[in-house]
């Protein structure tokens, strides 16, 4: 077959023969295929499709640079958009939503909505996001208390709590983002987590988003043993700030190519209310604790969150169908992540003996 596409062995097929190829076997190609196969044509000035990156088409496989192939030739596309779809269902109209709240270029739009299928679904911050209700509806029943829970002294008792004099026990670095200081903070979390935390695994994928979450709880414990070595950590607000500063850098960035509706107003709501529960995270730290319930949790978590968001998370988001390992900041981006982990894994081992901190007594 590659001998009948390309018999001088160029490397190059015509966008004619290939589209008589397609209309002679009809070969199942979707539109958002056939829109990129025009785009590669177009950003060849004789018209021709470099052979790897049709094959690399046809396994839905993209580069990086396939993907500068597609931004060369895409000036030439027609310009109606999904909007402009008629007939669809109410699923296929959410995804249709989700395409354009997300991706900042038409083309990607049109590529995601094609290949979306709703199996799996985004499982992982659903889940998540459940586990973390569940435990709190427990606690709260166990507590009798709903609002401000670390004030009650049982409350760090939890095996899932990451407090300093626990910090052998290394799960509480990642557990202690099931348990929230009030409904205050899970319904913030779980909002977010929803409404920004399920589109992005629905168009990067269950892996992708999963890392970015779990990098930003992990990132958010750590530096508060570093830097507030006195206090313990609850809620998942680490792994929330981590993926929505990824996604509002990712708008800021591609302003232009964002077709979400009202995209100043919310950007300015976002900021306003990520700002105002680090202003409420901060208040709870420094408010003056009770006797019986120790040093408040730390806001870090949520500031580390964001680096981790705006380094690994902005790389993540801007490479989608990308190979991560073919590029090279996702690798200085990798090296910065465990450079850090490694500094804080020593931190906690020696630091605190060395600097003589005095820590409050595990409950």
């Keep these: ?105 038409e083309v990607d739009r049109r590529w995601y909505f094609y290949r979306h299928r709703s199996c799996p679904p985004p499982v992982f911050m659903a889940s998540v996001t459940l586990t973390q209700i569940i435990v709190f509806l427990c606690y709260g029943a166990r507590l009798n208390k709903w609002v401000l829970q670390t004030y009650h002294p049982e409350y760090m008792k939890s095996p899932l709590v990451y407090h300093p004099g626990h910090r052998a ?41 999963s890392l970015l979450y779990l990098a930003g709880v992990l990132a958010g414990s750590l530096t508060v043993s570093i830097t507030d070595m006195r206090a313990p950590v609850v809620g998942g607000s680490g792994g929330v700030y981590a993926l929505c500063s990824a996604h509002l850098a990712n708008v800021v960035m591609n302003w232009a190519g964002m077709r979400c509706p009202y995209k100043l107003l919310r950007m300015v709501l976002a900021l306003v209310c990520m700002s105002s529960e680090v202003g409420r995270a901060v208040w709870l730290r420094f408010s003056p604790p009770l006797p019986s319930s120790g ?50 894994i020593f931190w906690n081992i020696f630091a605190y003996d060395l600097l003589g901190a005095h820590i409050p007594p595990p409950p």
Aim: charge should be negative.
């Design 1 to 105: 077959q590659e001998q009948q596409l390309d018999p001088e062995n160029t490397g190059f097929i015509g966008a004619d023969t290939f589209a008589g190829l397609v209309h002679s076997h009809e070969l199942p190609l979707d539109p958002a295929k056939l829109d990129m196969l025009v785009a590669l044509a177009q950003s060849n000035e004789r018209g021709q499709v470099c052979y790897q990156e049709l094959v690399d088409l046809i396994s839905s496989k993209r580069s990086s640079s396939f993907k500068r192939a597609i931004a060369n030739g895409q000036r030439s596309l027609p310009r109606d958009g999904l909007l402009d779809e008629p007939g669809l269902g109410v699923y296929k109209r959410f995804v249709r939503y989700v395409a354009y709240e997300i991706l900042p270029c």
């Design 169 to 209: 026990r290394a799960w509480r670095f990642l557990t202690y983002m099931f348990m929230h200081a009030g409904l205050e903070q899970l319904g913030f979390n779980a909002l977010l987590q929803l409404m920004i935390g399920v589109p992005l695994e629905m168009v990067h994928g269950l892996l992708r988003i």
């Design 295 to 344: 040093p408040q949790p730390s806001f870090m978590a949520h500031l580390a969150g964001a680096v981790v968001g705006v380094s690994m998370g902005l790389t993540i988001l801007r490479s989608y169908e990308e190979r991560l390992q073919d590029q090279c900041g996702w690798w200085v981006v990798l090296l910065a992540y465990g450079t850090f982990l490694l500094f804080a």
